[in-house]
């Protein structure tokens, strides 16, 4: 609910997200909060002069799902080459949580992921 919400306000900055979400059970809380934080870092970055504005990016495509052992949110925006960077402190905190950001360039695009294993992950913590 709180991503959709972030998602409509960044259409003010003319920026499109779009979501996908297969997640079948609950995410636990702090898992929950550190998504929202990359997510809102993401779009925030975007939306920013150093992002939307000066890169052109309109849209992120964004989804959330579990796969391979793993629950994971990614992230894709093209028509800038430049990486996002997480800042330090969100780094530390998905790491403090069993999660990893990652940022790759692929072809034509640029993915952010954050995941975590799926154990352990549930409502249950």
Known sequence: MYID?????????????????????????????????????????????????????RCILASFGSENGFTTMRLQYAEDKRLFRAEMGLAEAAASAGGKIEV??????????????AEGGGADG
């Open 5 to 57: 919400e972030l998602a409509r306000l960044a259409e003010y900055a003319g920026v499109k997200i779009f979501i996908a979400s297969q997640f079948k059970e609950p995410v636990d809380l702090r898992r929950a909060t550190l998504f929202y934080d990359v997510f809102y870092g993401v779009a925030d970055w975007v939306a920013s002069g150093s992002g939307a504005q000066e890169s052109g990016i």
């Open 104 to 117: 790759k360039e692929l072809d034509g695009a640029v993915g952010v992921n954050l995941s975590f294993p």
